[in-house]
T-cell receptor, first 112, second 115 residues
Framework: NAGVMQNPRHLVRRRGQEARLRCSPMKGHSHVYWYRQLPEEGLKFMVY????????ESGMPKERFSAEFPKEGPSILRIQQVVRGDSAAYFC??????????FGQGTRLTVV | AQSVSQHNHHVILSEAASLELGCNYS??????LFWYVQYPGQHLQLLLK??????LVKGIKGFEAEFIKSKFSFNLRKPSVQWSDTAEYFC?????????????FGQGTELSVKP
């Protein structure tokens, strides 16, 4: 059973471009969580999704950020018009139910 | 406010030394507690977790943690570290009735073990 797969592992974007980060949960997992880790800080919860539904987006910035988890395919975290402050590591986690979460290796976004 | 505080940002030990990493939390209500480890270039892995019962929890690779409710603490321990324990360690908490993967993390402690 493959783990949580995130791609790309590294992503470089110029200011103003869009960033799309993908997360494929473990097989059989229908709960997906996104976290952001800024330099020198711990992971911060962003959003919790189940298939086709956003359950909790209390940690998402109000503008430019969106997330989806379609019926088919991976979960996508989308950042529009990226700025330097968006540079961070973005982690995805999945779980089969409301129990412990399994994390991916993360995507390191660098905005230049 | 809900938060997790890890006392040490960077710990350096020699092999065979004993390890204790501090973790304190602030959270209203009953909690679940976790320690995760991230080896260089790898994903976060669960070391151990506490949901209820015996406050002394044993995890993988010889790690253990003790939940002390009165101190709001969940310190991680290992009697004798190895070079392969070099990694970053994260303490995390969520509410007993929260979604399982919605966690509040500490800032992390980087452990360097010298051979």
């Amino acid at each position: 059973n493959a783990g949580v797969m995130q791609n790309p592992r590294h992503l470089v974007r110029r200011r103003g471009q869009e960033a799309r980060l993908r997360c494929s949960p473990m097989k059989g997992h229908s709960h997906v969580y996104w976290y952001r880790q800024l330099p020198e800080e711990g992971l911060k919860f962003m959003v919790y999704l189940q298939k086709e539904n956003i359950i909790d987006e209390s940690g998402m910035p109000k503008e430019r950020f969106s997330a989806e988890f379609p019926k088919e395919g991976p979960s996508i975290l989308r950042i529009q018009q990226v700025v330097r402050g968006d540079s961070a590591a973005y982690f995805c986690a999945s779980s089969p139910s409301a129990t412990e979460a399994f994390f991916g290796q993360g995507t390191r976004l660098t905005v230049v | 406010a809900q938060s997790v505080s890890q006392h040490n940002h960077h710990v350096i030990l020699s092999e065979a030394a004993s390890l204790e990493l501090g973790c304190n939390y602030s959270y209203g209500g009953t909690v679940n507690l976790f320690w995760y480890v991230q080896y260089p270039g790898q994903h976060l892995q669960l070391l151990l977790k506490y949901f209820s019962g015996d406050p002394l929890v044993k995890g993988i690779k010889g790690f253990e943690a003790e939940f002390i409710k009165s101190k709001f603490s969940f310190n991680l321990r290992k009697p004798s570290v190895q070079w392969s324990d070099t990694a970053e360690y994260f303490c995390a908490v969520n509410g007993r009735h929260n979604q399982g993967g919605k966690l509040i993390f500490g800032q992390g402690t980087e452990l360097s073990v010298k051979p």
